[in-house]
């Protein structure tokens, strides 16, 4: 069934807007709605005494209609539009009929594409897009430039539409869920960082999901800066397999890459721990090299997410100088390969928002020492095998929990030692005692945080107090 797309046409005075799912997003799109004038009704899945006392009083007093406990066909067939938020499925049978009804069906990147007046950088990735979108807030504001920067991380897009739209610059984290409803969402810069198995629960299959990705260049012009990883294989095999930067028709120089594989494209590469942007009409010379060397960008995979900052960056207007500044000054976000604490020889690494097999694949690549690796939560799809390798090279032993404990030890009891642990708090104290002076242990997930804990960020806490208490223990 083919889905109508969404147009701004449709945003007008008194057209009626069904806003699905209360989260962060889906409130921030109410309010933006209201504040140009359309009628709003809204839809979650949760019974009312599940949300929040304080705003279902406010959204009472500002929606046509209220509906919890679940969406109901009549309700979904009977507005102009329907703004999803990221975490709702495409696929619930109410959505089905409004399809069906060839009602368009857009989420917050789509009303950002109709409404926004600002210069915007857009970064995806199946991992590395908060801390490149972070990166490029602070490259940014160190070059004397005003930026929002939001979307997937911090404030939606539709906080700032609401707004005077008075930055200089707008810098989106951008995820696949938001893309699929991204209507003609289009970046002057868009920037793919990685691609690896992610999310699979909710994708028919790993190519839609990478097809999802890709759709952050779909409304590119010749004009806009497409920035591509050229050491992600999944990345070039999709390009080279479907054409898609030829349908673009970018300019060359418009088309950027980073990495250590550029074999002859523009972009930046690696000299050790410098960064080495060339071929790129943005440069004042024929090149720039920006060194990482004492930053907290340094090492992988903050070296290719640096790489990817610094080209948009240049190509937005950032000065060198600017950039090398905000590199300088840059702190790395939490719960990513942070160090929490070294206890009789033994390193303990917070990794909680590693939550696919990528991001663990990306973290064992970094370590140098033996790991004892905790693992395991609400599995996602991924496939573990591409594990395997580093698994059976550098990880002394696995602590699993969660609801994918049962099913990674029965993928890694052969390559590895392998216990259960009803708890992380368990985990740790089971971690602490197999490892020994100049061994890691490493919290990376490679699983969602839900069957135990609100969020990855929860997880984390919940690691460094454990590791914490082991400090205090040895102390006493």
């Known amino acids: 069934m ?28 109410v309010n933006f ?24 009083e406010e959204l009472t007093q500002k929606v046509e209609k209220f509906e919890t406990g679940g969406h109901s066909k009549e309700l979904f067939t009977s507005v102009d539009f329907i703004v999803v938020s990221p975490g709702v499925p495409l696929d619930i049978p109410a959505l089905n009929s409004a399809y069906e009804r060839g009602i368009p069906v857009v989420g917050e990147l789509g009303l950002a594409a109709c409404c926004l007046k600002t210069p915007l950088v857009a970064v995806t990735g199946t991992n590395g897009k908060s801390t490149v979108t972070t990166l490029l807030g602070e490259l940014f504001r160190a070059s004397g430039k005003k930026v929002f920067v939001g979307g997937n991380i911090g404030r939606p897009l539709t906080d700032y539409l609401v707004g005077p739209q008075d930055a200089d610059v707008v810098v989106a984290e951008v995820s ?8 003609e969402f289009r970046p002057d810069v868009a920037v793919l960082l990685n691609i690896s198995p992610d999310h699979l629960d909710r994708y028919d299959s790993y190519e839609a999901y990478v097809a999802s990705k890709f759709r952050i260049f779909a409304f590119q012009r010749p004009g806009d800066i497409a920035v591509l990883n050229a050491d992600d294989p999944e ?9 898609f930067l030829d349908d673009i028709r970018w300019p060359e120089s418009n088309v950027l890459f980073f ?48 790489m990817a900052a ?13 950039i090398r500044k905000g590199i300088t000054g840059f702190v790395p976000l939490p719960h990513r390969l942070a160090m929490v604490a070294e206890i009789g020889g033994v390193r303990y690494y917070d990794d909680s928002k590693a939550t696919n097999v990528g991001a663990v694949h990306s973290a064992l690549t970094c370590m140098n020492s033996p790991v004892i690796l905790i693992a395991g939560g609400r599995d996602k799809g991924g496939e573990y095998v591409i594990l395997n390798e580093l698994i059976r090279e550098k990880v002394k032993a696995m602590v699993l929990i969660g609801e994918a404990g049962f099913s990674m030890a029965e993928a890694f009891g052969s390559l590895t030692s392998v216990q259960l642990a009803d708890t992380l708090p368990d985990a740790v104290r089971r971690a602490s005692n197999m490892a020994g002076s100049g061994d890691a242990v490493l919290l990376s997930p490679a699983c969602a945080s839900f069957d135990m804990f609100n969020d ?5 806490r919940v690691f460094r107090d454990a590791v914490n208490s082991l400090e205090g223990s040895l102390k006493c």
């Open 33 to 56: 709605l209201k504040s140009i004038s359309v009628r709003v009704s809204v839809s979650d899945a949760f019974p009312m005494d599940r949300i929040d006392g304080q705003i279902v």
């Open 456 to 460: 990855y960020a929860q997880r984390g």
């Open 2 to 29: 083919e889905k109508k797309l969404f147009s701004k046409r449709l945003i007008r005075p008194h057209s009626h807007a069904l806003v699905v799912g209360l989260g962060r997003s889906g409130l921030s799109a």
């Open 235 to 243: 990345i070039i095999r999709h390009e080279r397999k479907n054409g």
């Open 310 to 322: 610094i080209i948009a960056a240049r190509h937005m207007g950032c000065s060198d100088s600017g």
């Open 176 to 183: 696949s869920f938001q893309l699929d409803t991204a209507g």
């Open 259 to 306: 990495g250590n594989r550029l074999q002859g494209r523009n972009g930046a590469s690696l000299k050790g721990r410098k960064v080495v942007l060339s071929g790129s009409a943005a440069l004042s010379g024929n090149e720039e090299i920006y060194d990482l060397d004492g930053t907290s960008l340094a090492a992988q995979p903050n070296l290719q997410n640096a």
